[in-house]
């Protein structure tokens, strides 16, 4: 098997002196699109906090590509390709939503007004409302602008945590098709979510997250035949 662009080994980590993540290990090759799912507390944004490195780290090694990233601030693990959303979006409430995109900061061939118009092709409700402060948009639009941002760098590993919060079920389905558009278009995703059902067409590789362990992992197919699938509801 060749090296994975992200790997967890044996990570314990939490929040000062409280335990969450217990003896986690994953990988994300370059190209997949991996979920990990599990139910609310199960410590699904701790982990994505954790590869960032917003929690207290207790034991293991996180790798990207092939620097040990387990100490590394988060400035730097965004500038080495790893864009992340947030469960709470952490889109800037007073700017507008062109301003917001402006922030996330391109750092790639071409100007800045063409990957916003990169960003409005994926997302044509942003473009509608270019001028609108990001505190007045849906909870859809935020996602929405809150992913755009994280893209605005041409991340090669987008994180996503749990794109189906606060959505209307038609509306996650349709936010699923975007994430799969990013996907197919050349990023690799690992994204975290409690709506089993909405992972379930796109990703190719599952992990299930249980009192801050992985308990089952495989492809999709043996997830969708396993008992841990039955037991979080699918
Ligand atoms: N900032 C924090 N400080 C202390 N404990 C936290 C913090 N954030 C989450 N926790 C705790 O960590 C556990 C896992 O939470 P979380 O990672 O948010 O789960 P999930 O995203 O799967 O719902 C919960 O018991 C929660 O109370
Ligand atoms: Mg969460």
């Known amino acids: 098997m060749s ?13 000062g002196d409280l335990y969450v993540l217990e003896d986690v290990s994953l990988r ?61 979006d952490a889109v800037f409430p007073d700017l507008t939503v062109r301003e917001n995109l402006r922030m996330g900061g391109y750092t790639g ?12 092709d994926l997302f ?10 990001a505190k007045t948009l849906s909870g859809g639009e935020s996602r929405m602008l809150a992913i755009g941002r994280a893209l605005m760098p041409g991340p090669d590993l987008l994180l996503i945590d749990e794109p189906s919060t606060g959505l209307a079920p038609q509306i996650v389905d349709r936010m699923f098709e975007r994430i799969d558009k990013i996907h197919t278009e050349g990023t690799t995703v690992l994204l975290v979510e409690q709506d089993v059902s909405a992972v ?35």
């Open 3 to 15: 090296d994975p662009l992200l790997s967890l080994s044996a990570v314990t980590a939490g929040y």
């Open 28 to 88: 994300v090759d370059e190209g997949n699109f991996v979920a990990i799912v599990g139910p609310n507390g199960a410590g699904k944004s701790t982990l994505l906090r954790t590869i960032v490195g917003g929690t207290t780290l207790h034991d293991g090694t996180i790798r990207y590509g092939n620097d040990d990233i387990s100490r590394t601030p988060r400035h730097e693990i965004v500038d080495a390709g790893v864009g992340y959303v947030p469960q709470d």
């Open 109 to 120: 061939d071409g100007d800045v007004d063409a990957r916003i118009g990169e960003i409005y």
């Open 124 to 133: 044509p409700r942003l473009e509608e409302r270019p001028d609108q402060a």
């Open 200 to 234: 379930v067409d796109s990703s190719e590789r599952v992990y299930t997250l249980q009192n801050g362990e992985i308990g089952f992992e495989g492809s999709v197919e043996e997830f969708q035949a396993s008992d841990d699938a039955e037991s979080l509801g699918w």
